[in-house]
């Protein structure tokens, strides 16, 4: 089939093919976009047939990956065109070029307007696709009534209807707030009882955006769905054209499904007995058939269907027989189904009960692991992670152990990542613990993160009876001929700490480690010669009587390094050396580290917080939301023989105790000691993985208590102002009864310029925030997460909200039970423009101890800001016009943090005021502007100028200006604050000494791949 | 849904892109570099799905052709599959069995009827016969509009003779 009679088109395209190498085409290219261009500079003798041919030609190119950075408006202006032919390229081409954020569009706006209100049938067609297709949210705002008034229309013929409502689709997608929830509950209840399958497809995606966002609303479309499916399963009324390879709309079927497991249950019994009933036919009812397109369909509906049983809950039966039903895909040949198979029985592991019969299958899903296909083996792998327990880790773990050798390298950093939680989860004894680590440490050393050898080390510290076994097994390591220097670094320090246990073995006296170590130094990079100068200092320490021979050697290699360029290598050089002269003291100074901090693993905290970070609005995850506290117990399930969850890092003792016998020794413990405020009742050591790398490591524990407080309290002043005095002195109360897990105060500041994280972590709970704002409207939901196996008692949240702002909290639960995560969304309604902050007085109870917490919310000023460009025509103008106080106001402002101007400009991008470049020719100034959003002045626009001084950057002087006195004044002010301290920026100068010794984080290392790896979970 | 449809012979070359997502001319460059490598490299038993950057790609092979389309970790796999099969189908049915020479010389023809089936990258049509129908009317429409356009200018040509 010829190209319709576009000769130019078609020559064009075979000369292209017709090109010998990449360079040739390039050329070809060259010069077709060179004439396009000369054609399009006059544009006036261009026949309508031309302006088509030169844009589908530009539409080529694009495709062929070249950039067409011109004749966009020539694209967009055959869309106004009053001709069908014109007009469709218009569209098409549009539509392809651009994307939502292109300005050109905005052109089309009113174009794309007239033909969705025009009479003719086709033009509606081309622009609600268009819409559909790349609309955003201008598009949303302008258009989304008279789309609705389409898909509403009983004039419109359904080739219309259909497109109206998908194009609201994206509009809702872009924009939730152009659907009115009241007016479109009854709407969508009727357009599922149309006739027209076409009509029905497409309203059913809307109805899937519309309860994805909010089912509550539309239950009355809840029956309407069940009947649509059984219409489709029995078959009735179903035309001919809307069946594929004999099922009817297997789209349509799925579609509906999928629209279902947005409610969350089915009331009704004679409704919910109609879905099982169909259910169950489809269910019982799909064979294994010849044909591959129906065998796909069929399956798409049945495993669309078996999701839709998980949602339900049915009954046990029903679970066993989907179960049933999966062991039968994970071993089938097909590959597709093989997939699918292994992918929802990973889903299936969220519901309770059916573990069991999953695990039976233990053996087929490692076979998958071997697979050919790695979209199989990853499946397969997500699975076993998943099924993963006490009862059959030790099988699991040396399956994916030895899976590592052969895996791409590709998935070896996940797969790493993963065994280590597991091990650390279910390792059934400690001593096997240690073990894989090490195997994995020296099979995959370059995809060990350190997270995980820091882990090795802190398990190791906190359990005595492990230390000589751990010493032995680093010292065995050594003896292979060529190790990984994660394994260097790592037994390095074990046998720094804990050699001396070993010193009757043959091979292992203090001269005979030390040279076993050394060997590895000439290969080893300087990030670990400083563990290695540790060591060292400690064997000297451990060696008694003092041996001359090894101390001159060890003193060589102090003295040998005081001059490196390195300065921590050379700090620890010349602070050992002098050390280690001092004979007794130095047993006190390089005396064992104490145990850690009991505390969550900061592997299975990263796993769990890129969970957390991708939940969205998707069926599938809700679900897994609502089962949430299911999905932990699984995990985290105690086996009966009573093994302590290790990733709880107690002194737990090798043979283990039942839980409840630890949890009351502990309080023994803590009683005895007479520290009944004190929950913790090991004193907070400073971190010992932030110390590995620090020089003063030997400091003692008291120094670093009274420090971290000191650092916390300087963090909360350094940003304070006065009006937050008020939560100021308690934070400092607070410190005395239990640590908070890394400083509320960056937190805090952290949070005020993004809208979800951590407000708040102390052992027992974690308080997140997630914010939504909009306008002078704010949503903000607290997170309340126990993180304990006991529930958290008397939990109180009182608002103390300044006058600016109006809030209200819902209720929160008195009892928060373990392992459960509580959401109490805040509504919040800014008022008048002030930079007063909303206090959240937070109190508990867990066993005995009464915590009380006071935490600024973060409904700060700029949540009220909306960024908004401004262009030199509008910006003028209304600076003259706000000539001077109270509604412009200047200040001079002194000993503000020095900063290139860039940076000063993604300082303020950062709260919402967008510099416009180019308004102000000076280059040392900076323009800003952004809207402010109140009940009292509604949006106002706000301008900024500030003028900096090349040559003394601690000082500016400051113009803000705004149509509301108090705004002026206070975004003014909230500017200052900014500028003159950076809260976060300031901490992390810190000086290197003292070590910082914040209790949980562990140093973050220059690029963290640990980060980067828990990405992947 | 459905982010991306791409169209990559078994040498590389586009034959079709269409991006239901924001994507910028860089990323849609990258994206299509990243995913060509990843498909075209695979072996022909395995399955048809491609885990990539938290997205699953659904691919399909028809002769030198793959079909690609990109969609949410959670979709329906097999359901987008059948999609792709579907386009194929009514591709097959206006072409009179189709081949990649009538792709790439009417590459246009196939954004039309890719955009009478999927919308905002959902479905929007199940039957092949409506769909057909559709094309049909539109080419019409067409070819009215030119043979009105060469009788005006038979018109006009008379007239000033």
């Known amino acids: 089939m010829a190209l319709s009679g576009m000769r130019g088109l078609s020559v064009f395209i075979s000369d292209v093919r017709n090109c010998q190498n990449k360079e040739q085409e390039r050329l070809r290219v060259d010069k077709e976009l060179g004439n396009i261009r000369t054609r399009f500079k006059n544009e006036k003798g261009l026949t309508p047939y031309e302006k088509k041919k030169y844009v589908w030609k530009m539409l080529y190119i694009h495709m062929l990956g070249y950039d067409v950075n011109f004749g966009h408006m020539e694209a967009v202006s055959l869309i106004s065109a009053p001709k069908y032919p014109e007009k469709q390229v218009g569209y098409i081409v549009t539509s392809c070029l651009l994307n939502e954020n292109h300005d050109f569009l905005r052109l089309a706006i009113n174009a794309v307007r007239n033909d969705i209100v025009g009479r003719n049938e086709t033009f509606q067609c081309l622009a609600l696709t268009l819409v559909g297709n790349i609309g955003g949210r201008e598009f949303a705002e302008s258009l989304a009534p008279d789309v609705q008034k389409l898909l509403i229309s009983s004039s419109c013929r359904p080739l219309v209807r259909k497109k109206a409502a998908l194009c609201l689709v994206r509009l809702f997608r872009k924009n939730p707030d152009v659907m009115n929830v009241d007016s479109w509950s009854d709407r969508m209840a009727q357009l599922l009882d149309e006739r027209d399958l076409g009509v029905v497809t497409s309203s059913m995606s809307l109805l899937v955006a519309l309860v994805s966002n909010n089912h509550e609303e539309y239950w009355s479309c809840l029956p309407k769905c069940v009947k649509v499916l059984e219409r489709l399963a029995r078959n009735q009324d179903v035309p001919q054209e809307y069946t594929y390879y004999g099922i009817p709309s297997p789209w349509l079927q799925v579609k509906t499904m999928r629209a279902l497991q947005y409610f969350s249950t089915i009331e009704d019994p004679d409704t919910r007995r109609s879905l099982f009933e169909v259910l169950q036919r489809i269910l019982m009812g799909t064979d294994v058939v010849?044909?591959?397109?129906?065998?796909?369909?069929?399956?798409?509906?049945?495993?669309?269907?078996?999701?839709?049983v998980m949602h339900l809950d049915a009954e046990k039966e029903m679970m066993s027989q989907?179960?049933?039903?999966?062991?039968?895909?994970?071993?089938?040949?097909?590959?597709?189904?093989?997939?699918?198979?292994?992918?929802?029985?990973?889903?299936?592991?969220?519901?309770?009960d059916v573990q069991d019969i999953i695990k039976r299958h233990q053996a087929q899903i490692i076979t998958s692991l071997k697979d050919p296909d790695i979209s199989i083996r990853r499946r397969a792998l997500d699975l076993l992670y998943g099924m993963c327990d006490v009862s059959n880790a030790k099988d699991i773990v040396e399956e994916l152990l030895q899976y590592l050798s052969t895996a791409e390298f590709a998935m070896r950093e996940e797969l790493s990542l993963k065994i280590a939680i597991l091990v650390e989860k279910f390792a059934p004894d400690l001593s096997w613990y240690v073990d894989v680590i090490l195997q994995l440490i020296d099979k995959a050393g370059d995809f060990v993160s350190d997270d995980i050898w820091f882990r090795v080390v802190q398990f190791v510290t906190n359990n005595e009876d492990l230390q000589p076994y751990a010493a032995l097994k680093a010292r065995e390591y050594l003896d292979k001929p060529a190790i990984h220097e994660t394994m260097v670094k790592v037994s390095a320090y074990i046998l720094g700490e804990y050699s001396h246990l070993l010193a009757r073995r043959p091979g292992c006296s203090p001269k005979e480690i030390f040279s076993v170590i050394h060997e590895k130094l000439p290969t080893v990079t300087t990030s670990t010669i400083p563990i290695l100068?540790?060591?060292?200092?400690?064997?000297?320490?451990?060696?008694?009587?003092?041996?001359?021979?090894?101390?001159?050697?060890?003193?060589?290699?102090?003295?040998?390094?005081?001059?490196?360029?390195?300065?921590e290598i050379q700090q620890r050089a010349v602070e050992y050396f002098e050390l280690s002269k001092k004979g007794a003291a130095l047993m006190d100074i390089l005396a064992e580290m104490p145990k850690f901090p009991e505390r969550q693993s900061s592997l299975i905290k990263k796993a769990e917080d890129t969970e957390a970070d991708t939940a969205d609005q998707s069926a599938i995850k809700l679900r897994a939301q609502q089962q949430n506290s299911n999905a932990l117990v699984v995990t985290d399930q105690r086996p009966a023989n009573g093994t302590p969850p290790v990733s709880q890092l107690g002194s737990v003792k090798v043979p283990s105790i039942s839980n409840v016998d630890r949890d009351s020794a502990d309080q023994r413990e803590a009683q005895s000691n007479g520290t009944l405020t004190v929950v913790d009742p090991q004193p907070p050591s400073p971190d010992l993985l932030g110390d590995l790398l620090s020089p003063l490591a030997i400091e003692g524990p008291q120094l670093a208590e009274n420090q971290s407080d000191h650092n916390l309290g300087a963090g909360v002043k350094g940003a304070a102002v006065a009006e937050e005095a008020l939560a100021l002195a308690p934070i400092e109360d607070q410190m005395n009864t239990v640590q908070p897990i890394g400083s509320i105060a960056e937190r805090f500041h952290a949070l005020c310029l993004k809208d979800s994280g951590v407000l708040y972590e102390d052992p027992y709970i974690q308080i997140g925030t997630k914010a939504e704002w909009r306008a002078h409207h704010g949503r903000l939901v607290l997170f309340l997460g126990n993180k304990n196996t006991s529930p958290l008692t008397s939990v109180q949240a009182i608002l103390l909200s300044p006058s600016h702002l109006r809030t209200e909290l819902s209720l929160v639960p008195e009892t928060i039970p373990p392992r459960a995560q509580v959401q109490c969304p805040l509504e919040v309604?800014?008022?008048?423009?002030?930079?007063?902050?909303?206090?959240?007085?937070?109190?508990?109870?867990?066993?005995?101890?009464?915590?009380?917490?006071?935490?600024?919310?973060?409904?700060?000023?700029?949540?009220?800001?909306?960024?908004?460009?401004?262009?030199?025509?509008?910006?003028?103008?209304?600076?003259?016009?706000?000539?001077?106080?109270p509604l412009k106001l200047q200040e001079?402002?002194?000993?503000?943090?020095?900063?290139?101007?860039?940076?000063?400009?993604?300082?303020?991008?950062?709260?919402?005021?967008?510099?416009?470049?180019?308004?102000?020719?000076?280059?040392?100034?900076?323009?800003?502007?952004?809207?402010?959003?109140s009940e009292s002045t509604r949006a106002m626009l706000c301008l900024v100028r500030i003028e900096t001084d090349s040559a003394d950057r601690t000082q500016l002087r400051m113009t803000v200006a705004s149509g509301d006195p108090a705004l002026t004044f206070e975004l003014k002010e909230f500017i200052k604050e900014q500028l003159v301290s950076i809260p976060t920026a300031s901490r992390a100068a810190a000086p290197p000494i003292p070590p910082q010794p914040q209790p949980t984080s562990p140093p973050p290392p220059a690029s963290d791949p640990g980060a980067l790896l828990a990405g992947l979970l | 849904m459905i982010h991306f449809v791409l169209l990559i012979s078994r040498q590389g070359k586009v034959r079709l892109t269409k991006w239901y997502s924001p994507y910028t001319q860089k990323e849609r460059t990258k994206v299509i570099r990243e995913l060509s490598g990843m498909i075209l490299s695979r072996g022909p038993k395995l399955c048809n799905f491609v885990e990539w950057r938290g997205y699953k790609v659904?691919?399909?092979?028809?002769?030198?052709?793959?079909?690609?389309?990109?969609?949410?970790?959670?979709?329906?796999?097999?359901?987008?599959?059948?999609?792709?099969?579907?386009?194929?189908?009514?591709?097959d049915r206006y072409f009179g069995s189709v081949c990649e020479l009538d792709l790439i010389f009417n590459f246009h023809k196939a954004y039309y009827v890719l955009d009478e089936l999927l919308i905002a990258g959902e479905l929007q049509e199940s039957s092949k016969k409506t769909v057909a129908r559709l094309i049909a009317a539109q080419d019409s429409l067409v070819e009215a509009a030119k043979e009105e356009a060469s009788s005006i200018s038979n018109i006009i040509a008379q007239a000033t003779k």
């Open chain 1, 829 to 885: 309604v800014n008022l008048r423009p002030s930079r007063d902050v909303t206090v959240l007085d937070f109190s508990y109870k867990f066993g005995t101890h009464l915590v009380n917490v006071k935490l600024r919310l973060p409904a700060v000023l700029n949540k009220f800001l909306q960024p908004i460009s401004v262009s030199a025509e509008e910006f003028f103008p209304q600076w003259r016009s706000l000539s001077g106080p």
């Open chain 1, 322 to 352: 989907c179960v049933a039903l999966l062991g039968k895909f994970i071993s089938v040949r097909e590959p597709n189904i093989r997939y699918l198979g292994l992918e929802n029985m990973t889903r299936m592991l969220m519901v309770t």
């Open chain 2, 58 to 91: 659904v691919y399909k092979r028809y002769a030198s052709l793959y079909f690609c389309m990109c969609i949410d970790q959670e979709d329906n796999e097999l359901e987008v599959l059948e999609i792709i099969h579907h386009y194929v189908e009514i591709l």
């Open chain 1, 892 to 933: 001079v402002v002194r000993g503000v943090r020095p900063m290139p101007l860039l940076e000063m400009g993604n300082l303020f991008n950062s709260f919402q005021l967008i510099v416009c470049p180019g308004l102000d020719p000076n280059t040392n100034n900076l323009v800003a502007s952004t809207t402010f959003y």
């Open chain 1, 533 to 567: 100068l540790s060591t060292y200092a400690k064997i000297l320490m451990h060696t008694q009587p003092p041996d001359p021979e090894l101390q001159n050697q060890i003193w060589a290699i102090f003295r040998k390094y005081e001059g490196c360029i390195d300065v």
């Open chain 1, 290 to 308: 010849k044909n591959v397109n129906k065998n796909n369909a069929s399956h798409a509906v049945l495993f669309e269907a078996l999701a839709l």
